[in-house]
């Protein structure tokens, strides 16, 4: 597995694709430069190419960690939200550790020369941050744990700096700025801000690098566990890299149950590919949230109450759209009506069987055999916006012949929660200047072309 794991490594991780356009040789005009493409490949824990791939787990194995981790998630936005204190205002989760880890992982070179990083994607929090020597309290990564003096552009950053008041939990350390992060199950990451190269491969060999962006440098992490050496912050925070190479990103997530699928990808920067129809988004604690209209099963309209998906001035409530939760989250107004409509469909269909500890309806069958024609959930967003789950996105096999919906009730105060499942087959794009977000049904390979 892990020369498997390497030569992926080396042969299509972090793409950067440079476009340019240019007018005929009869003409004076100078070329015009298209925005620069930041692409990286995704990808997925349980993919054969991730260093977290282990043969041995079984389908109950898998499920049992989307469903652990997914609620644990859950809980952490709601106390972000609700601004609980964790010695900082970034709230991750299903990282912690490598028996709860599900979502998406990138590879990220920094430094000179370039040393590559495999960082887990976060759109729930704002730094990127990764481990590096001297190491005090580090853990196992597949990859060497960079070491800023053996690179010739790293530099620390100092308390003078704007940036170092746009981390969350900064501080001032002999004049150089600090940062701890803490995490809600005692989780702890520390070390210092610093600026850094990073260096981008192009499918054809040739390499971009974009100096001076800013990085935490842990040198403490406490309860992290794993094999990835960090996370990659994409919240709408200032110091996120997103706001750092301009205000856009776009993400395609494959079918996450093939785990030999290899087209999942992140693009970042002003040349993220934003196409298909938009909706708005509002920005609260740095997440991304929409407006969810109604949900329909087929032609038919669920009888859901419109302000069940409104949040309160209290903050409660809201649909947050998210890349670490697995699963997908509806309150009890919304979650109700669609667990009836699908247990209806399902009589006569297949066997309800009872899983007490799981709040959704399971059933005995196979999803890609029993469900043929089961009609399309959709989630209908403002200004016509549609992100359609079919039976591989609204179910999730738990045993070989058993399976479950993937939509659960909301246990983080009535939070509707868009989760990687729902995303599936999918280009997601964030234009924060716009206060957009386009979603549009595709196969990521064809974004690759």
């Known amino acids: ?20 356009s240019t007018t005929s040789l009869a003409t004076t005009s100078p070329p015009i430069a298209k925005p620069k493409r930041l692409v990286t490949k995704l990808i997925h824990h349980n993919s054969v190419y991730s260093p977290y791939y282990n043969p041995r787990d079984t389908i109950a194995d898998r499920a049992r960690h989307a469903i652990d981790s997914s609620n644990t998630r859950s809980d952490y936005i709601w106390k972000k939200i609700q601004g609980v204190s964790l010695d900082t205002d970034d709230v991750r989760a299903g990282v912690i550790a490598e028996t709860k880890h599900e979502g998406f992982m990138a590879n ?3 430094g000179s020369p370039p040393v590559p990083q495999l960082l887990v994607m976060d759109t729930g929090s704002g730094l990127l941050w990764t481990q590096c020597q001297p190491c005090t309290h580090c853990f196992t990564q597949a990859l060497p744990i960079f070491n800023p003096p053996e690179s010739s552009t790293y530099s620390t950053l100092p308390c003078t ?55 935490g440098c842990a040198n403490s992490v406490g309860g992290f566990g794993g094999q990835s050496s960090g996370i990659l912050g994409l ?14 990103f776009s993400y395609c997530f494959g079918p996450i ?28 604690a740095g997440l991304y949230f929409l407006t969810l209209e109604s949900i329909s099963v087929g032609e038919k309209k669920l009888d859901i109450l419109p302000e069940v998906f409104t949040m309160t001035p209290a903050g409660k409530g809201g649909v947050m759209i998210d890349s670490g939760t697995t699963l997908t989250y509806l309150p009890r107004g919304a979650f109700d009506p669609l667990n009836a409509e ?23 069958g196979v999803i890609n055999r029993d469900l043929v024609g089961f009609p399309v959930v959709t989630f209908n ?67 690759e072309s």
Request: with cysteine.
């Open 1 to 20: 597995m892990a020369v498997l794991f390497n030569l992926f490594l080396l042969s299509c991780f972090t793409l950067l694709c440079f476009t340019t």
């Open 108 to 110: 990220i070179s920094i």
């Open 161 to 215: 700096s704007p940036s170092c008041y746009r981390a969350p939990g900064s501080n001032c350390q002999a004049s150089h700025c600090a940062f701890k992060q803490g995490y809600f199950d005692g989780t702890s990451v520390s070390g210092f801000l610093g600026t850094e190269k990073f260096t981008f491969e192009t499918s054809d060999e040739g390499i971009t690098s974009i100096p001076n962006l800013v990085l």
């Open 235 to 248: 919240a709408a925070d200032k110091i996120s890299l997103v706001n750092q190479v301009g205000s856009k």
């Open 257 to 284: 149950r093939d785990p030999q699928y290899s087209h999942n990808q992140l693009i970042f920067g002003d040349g993220a590919i934003i196409q298909g129809s938009s909706t708005p988004i509002e920005i609260l």
């Open 342 to 364: 699908v247990r209806r469909l399902m009589d006569g269909l297949v066997q309800l069987v009872s899983r007490p500890s799981f709040a959704a309806p399971c059933f005995n």
């Open 381 to 447: 967003f403002a200004n016509g916006v549609d992100l359609a789950l079919d039976v591989e996105s609204l179910f999730i096999e738990t045993s070989p012949n058993q399976f479950c919906m993937a939509v659960l009730p909301s246990i983080a105060n009535d939070m509707t929660i868009i989760g990687v499942m729902a995303q599936q087959n999918y280009n997601i794009a964030y234009d924060l200047a716009g206060s957009s977000v386009s979603i549009e049904r595709i196969d990521c390979e064809l974004l």
